[in-house]
């Protein structure tokens, strides 16, 4: 089921935001007021990937590791550019 295009949303949520960089999708990071740290996720059918984060997908765990490494060092990076 085809929801949306390309789309682009923000969020706080390190866990979904890596599964979102597994699925392929692009991951900018975001220092926001207050200096709260926030990523935009961009791509095609964000929204149906979201609801498969939270269908509890099985994907190879090894591979989504690398994802979340990377999306902690983005935010460890920008907090020590504050």
Same mark, same amino acid.
């Given at each position: 089921? =085809?929801?949306?295009? =390309?789309? @682009?949303?923000?969020?706080?949520?390190? /866990? /979904? %935001? !890596?599964?979102?960089?597994?699925?392929?999708? %692009? +991951?900018? #990071?975001?220092?926001? #007021?207050?200096?709260?740290?926030?990523?935009? +996720?961009?791509?095609? /059918?964000?929204?149906? !990937?979201? =609801?498969?984060?939270?269908?509890? #997908?099985?994907? #190879?765990?090894? @591979?989504?590791?690398?994802?979340?490494?990377?999306?902690?060092?983005?935010?460890?990076? /920008?907090? =020590?550019?504050?």
């Amino acid at each position: 089921m =085809e929801k949306d295009t =390309e789309k @682009s949303k923000e969020f706080t949520d390190t /866990l /979904l %935001t !890596a599964y979102l960089d597994f699925r392929g999708f %692009t +991951v900018k #990071p975001k220092i926001n #007021p207050y200096k709260k740290i926030s990523f935009i +996720v961009s791509g095609d /059918l964000l929204d149906n !990937a979201i =609801e498969d984060f939270y269908t509890n #997908p099985k994907i #190879p765990i090894l @591979s989504f590791c690398g994802s979340y490494k990377k999306i902690r060092s983005m935010l460890f990076n /920008l907090r =020590e550019q504050r």
